[in-house]
Structures are given as structure tokens and as C-alpha cells.
């Protein structure tokens, strides 16, 4: 068995990833913030869940512990849950916008090491965004130039910084961030823009399941490795 863990999976893109993996035959502890919402996710996927706030460092720790005491290793890490904080520029939302898309990622990764390395094929995948990327938002050609979306942009630079750095200083594990492609979910609901969540999850689905001679350190959508 192969056991995965998603972060935000009880809605859009990290829900969908969770499907396809059980799919393939994956064990997938759905982690949400909302008990009663994660609960109700993972019940209807046929999949495990775990309370997982990646703001929260007990809860965080908490969820990790739950893995380790009932799988002793994690297999996969999909770190997937974000916030736009489009509503407002200030000092408070930049914390949070921070907060939740790059130091959750540290924390959640920091607890999950142990796990991961139990593992013979560890794999950590990053739904980062283009967004965040210098390329795609000085380019007139891409969506994201079009977007201002300042602190979702600049947490989602520092999300595949962290991958990218993390790649470098864990050698045993890959560690991989992607562009899923512009998604219709909650969070692109006032844009009134993106394609399915089936689609983008394909993206994430195949970094999640690379084997041990796959890259790491890459920055990817489905085409193959960006600029950012």
C-alpha cells in the first residue's frame, strides 16, 4: 500500500487528487481544517481523515502523529491547501495569506520528515501557482499577468522557493511544486475562470506518483518544467 496524505482535500483540486489516487489503489488520509466538512470528504471518497490546520502546530502534529501510529510511514505529500486573502492589502492578511500557503508548508513538512523518510519512495508535491511566478506575470501572453492578486502571488513565490530549497537539503526525498492550470473552484469563483478540478488533479496525480528515478526540485505543469 501507498500511503498519501493531502492537505486541504476536503474541496476542490485536493479533493479530486484524493479520488484519483484511491484510484490507484492508494491509501489517502484527507486533511481539513473543518472536522465536520473533512469528515463528511473522506467518508463519501472512501478515504481516512485527519483535523489537519496548517496554521496550527498542535494540529498539525497531532494529524502527523495519527499517520505514524496507525500507517508508521507516509508515502506522499500533497501539500494543497491555500488561501487567495484577496480582501485586503494590510498588514493582517499578508500575515495570514503567508501563514497558511508558505509557513504551513514548513510546518507540515517539518513533521512529516520522519514519515517520509520510513518510506522507499517518498514523494512531497506543492500545488504552488504561476501566479507566483516572475515569469508568467511579466508575460502579457499568460492569465496570470492579468491578475492582482498580490499576496496570493508573493506566498505562492515563497511556496516553490520552499520546494525548490527543500529538494536541496532533503536529497532523499523528492520534492516537486506545480502550476495545476487555472481551476474553477471557491477560491477562482469571483474570476468566473478555470477548467475542472479533474483536469488540474491529473497534474498533481502524476508528480504524486513519480518513481524513485523521477526528478526533484522542478517546478511543473502538465507539460513539463516552467520558468518562474
Do not use: C
Not at 493531502?6 to 484510484?23: D, F, P, R, V
Not at 508558505?102 to 514519515?115: D, F, N, S
Amino acid at each position: 500500500m501507498t500511503i498519501a496524505l493531502i492537505t486541504g482535500a476536503n474541496k476542490g483540486i485536493g479533493h479530486e487528487t484524493a479520488k484519483q489516487l484511491l484510484a490507484l489503489g492508494y491509501v489517502v488520509y484527507v486533511g481539513a481544517r473543518d472536522s465536520e466538512r473533512g469528515e463528511k470528504a473522506a467518508a463519501e471518497l472512501g478515504a481516512r481523515f485527519v483535523q489537519l490546520d496548517v496554521t496550527d502546530d498542535a494540529s498539525v502534529h497531532r494529524a502527523l502523529a495519527t499517520i505514524r501510529s496507525d500507517e508508521g510511514r507516509l508515502d506522499v505529500l500533497v501539500h494543497n491547501a491555500g488561501i487567495l486573502a484577496n480582501d485586503a492589502l494590510d498588514g493582517p492578511s499578508a500575515l495570514r495569506a503567508f501563514d497558511t500557503n508558505a509557513v504551513g508548508i514548513v510546518r507540515v513538512t517539518e513533521a512529516a520528515l520522519p514519515l517520509l523518510r520510513e518510506s522507499s519512495n517518498p514523494n512531497v508535491v506543492t500545488v504552488s501557482s504561476s501566479a507566483g511566478s516572475f515569469w508568467a506575470v511579466t508575460n502579457p501572453e499568460r492569465p496570470e499577468y492579468h491578475l492582482p492578486i498580490p499576496l496570493y502571488s508573493a506566498s505562492k513565490a515563497a511556496a516553490t522557493m520552499l520546494t525548490i530549497q527543500y529538494a536541496k537539503t532533503q536529497p532523499g526525498i523528492k520534492f516537486n511544486a506545480l502550476e495545476p492550470g487555472t481551476t474553477a473552484t471557491d477560491m477562482t469563483a469571483a474570476f468566473g475562470i478555470g477548467r475542472t478540478t479533474e483536469e488540474s488533479a491529473r497534474v498533481v496525480v502524476r508528480l504524486a506518483t513519480l518513481d524513485a528515478d523521477g526528478p526533484t526540485g522542478t517546478y511543473q505543469d502538465e507539460n513539463g518544467e516552467l520558468p518562474w
